[in-house]
């Protein structure tokens, strides 16, 4: 059964080609980075699970017991005051189905397949949802941090300059105390960026484990447009 699967941004998959490699946005996490970490989540690995007993229980309904077997069986037959003959039996033997059940049970196991297939690509698609929003949240405070860095750097060059023009006689002390307010502001931004990045990092990486803290290039264009993005349903008739 094909499942069409798109997570936006993240991954793009489908229940025909899984391993087919899909072409990423720039700055957004890499699919050969992101389908390990969906494959480890619980959910998912436990519907993966699923669909590898529904293939196994489908192929016992397709072949066994109805393929030919073989059967061997040993005895010791002992005469009352005679010899005693060791006899056995070898024999070749199959199961005949009636007429229709043949067809029947490949049709069970074929729908026991497409379910677990279903689960298997809900299960992926949710877990690809939550991996892209903590991901798209991590790089906005990311980029949040940065821009806080750079405005508390240029507070503070602005600051050395008003202190120098103070000392030239160009500046009033008024202009001083405006600019080291605006620093003591800065620096608590920059306090607060840094915490929520911190944070949303945390977040990231207890949900997923072993995701490597490591920014793309352009995090710029994927934090100021990633919040908006949004991901496909799992497949057509998916339950939201």
Same mark, same amino acid.
């Given at each position: 059964m094909m499942i069409p699967l798109l997570l936006i941004g993240l991954l793009t998959v489908s229940g025909a080609a899984l391993a087919a490699p899909p072409v990423n946005p720039p700055g957004l996490m890499p699919t050969e980075i992101a389908r390990p970490l969906l494959e480890q989540? #619980? %959910?998912?690995? @436990?519907?993966r699970a699923g669909l590898d007993v529904a293939l196994q229980e489908a192929d016992i309904l397709d072949r066994s017991p109805y393929e030919w077997t073989t059967r061997a069986t040993g005895q010791q037959r002992r005469l009352e005051s005679g #010899?005693?003959?060791?006899e056995w039996n070898v %024999? &070749?033997?199959?199961? &005949?189905?009636l007429p229709g059940k043949a067809a029947a049970d490949r049709n069970i196991g074929k729908a026991t397949v497409e379910e677990s297939q279903a689960r298997y690509g809900e299960a992926l698609h949710e877990a690809g949802r939550e991996l892209m929003a903590l991901w798209v949240d991590w790089l906005a405070a990311e980029r949040a941090r940065e821009l806080a860095e750079n405005g508390l750097q240029s507070t503070q060059a602005s600051l050395a300059a008003v202190e120098k023009r103070l000392r030239a006689g160009d500046a009033s002390k008024?202009?001083?105390? &405006?600019?080291?307010?605006?620093l003591a502001e800065q620096r608590r931004l920059d306090n607060d960026a840094k915490t929520q990045a911190s944070a949303a990092w945390l977040r990231l990486s207890t949900r997923f484990p072993g995701v490597k803290r490591?920014? #793309? %290039? #352009? @995090?710029?264009a994927v934090a100021d447009r990633g919040r908006h993005r949004v991901l496909a349903p799992a497949h057509p008739g998916a339950k939201r």
């Open positions: 989540d #619980p %959910g998912v690995a @436990a519907a #010899p005693r003959y060791n %024999g &070749i033997e199959r199961t &005949i189905r008024l202009d001083a105390r &405006i600019a080291r307010a605006e490591q920014l #793309p %290039g #352009p @995090a710029r």
